[in-house]
């Protein structure tokens, strides 16, 4: 008896022994003198997985830098226009004046962007680079729905928000041209006109060859209906869609003049 339990304490040593050799504890896992060395390890080994990433990042932007700023390889060799085609293209190519053949980087996109906005006749601008060769100049072009003469009595267009964009010779067919009862058309007197068309339905503005202000900046206009030529006198600014309404409706009646100067009493005669 004695005996076979010296020799089942003699295997219980041996095998106690084998799991201090081979580091397993009871579970079969890492002892926790080996799971303490390996994250010691990965500690070393991640300050230096940190500094090449950096090293990394440095020479990728410094090769970016140098290709962009200093190489030949990334030139600006073309513009590309978007929003408006054919003529008003070369027109934004003109005015923009982009520096081809320089290295992409170093084209002043701010300084595009303010050439063509000086130039007044694109509401909005946009100006980027599409590498490796490309400036894409994005514009949205004013359009015009008034014509008025400067005090040098020359013609400009002017847009939806009053801007005056371009000198032309004469109105464009469709563009009401604006004049002053007496004396130079002034700036209440000009959104006073836009807003009167602005309230028109379509039909009814395409009608409209011209647009007189007259004084306290009141406003009338020559309208061309199925059954003639109306004049309509607008009056002042406010009430648009109300008078906008009425002379869709007086149109109808007989007379050459349409009255909605004071919408709640309308006359045609």
């Known amino acids: 008896m004695r005996l076979l339990d010296s020799l089942r304490g003699s295997r219980r040593s041996s095998a106690r022994a084998a799991q ?5 504890g009871g579970t079969g896992l890492p002892s926790a003198r080996e799971r303490f060395e390996r994250r010691a390890a990965a500690a070393r080994r991640r300050p230096r997985l940190i500094a ?5 990042l440095v020479v990728l932007v410094g090769g970016l830098f140098w290709l962009g700023w200093y190489s030949s390889l990334a030139t600006a060799d073309r513009v590309q226009v978007e929003g408006v ?15 081809l053949g320089s290295p992409i980087m170093r084209v002043d996109t701010g300084g595009v962007a303010d050439r063509l906005i000086s130039h007044r006749a694109y509401s909005s601008v946009s100006v980027s680079r599409s590498l490796p060769h490309t400036i894409v100049i994005s514009v949205t072009p004013r359009v015009a729905v008034l014509a008025a003469k400067n ?9 939806k928000y009053g801007m005056s964009f371009r000198i032309v010779a004469e109105a464009p067919k469709g563009i009401p041209l604006v004049t002053a009862g007496s004396e130079q058309v002034t700036a209440a007197g000009l959104t006073g006109a836009i807003r009167a068309l602005a309230a028109l339905d379509p039909k009814t503005r395409a009608g409209v060859s011209s647009v007189t202000v007259g004084a306290s900046d009141q406003v009338s206009f020559i309208l061309s209906t199925k059954a003639g030529r109306r004049t309509v006198i607008w009056g002042g600014a406010g009430e648009e869609q109300v008078k906008s309404r009425l002379v869709a409706i007086l149109t109808t009646e007989p007379g050459t003049v349409i009255d909605v100067s004071v919408p709640n009493s309308p006359v045609t005669r």
Do not use: F, N, W
């Not at 201090?20 to 397993?24: F, M, Q, S, W």
């Not at 085609?85 to 520096?99: F, H, I, N, Q, W």
């Open 20 to 24: 201090v050799r081979t580091g397993l």
């Open 52 to 56: 090449g990433l950096a090293l990394a």
């Open 85 to 99: 085609a054919g003529s008003a293209a070369v027109e934004v190519e003109k005015v923009a004046d982009v520096p």
């Open 151 to 159: 005090p040098k009595g020359q013609v400009e267009l002017v847009d």
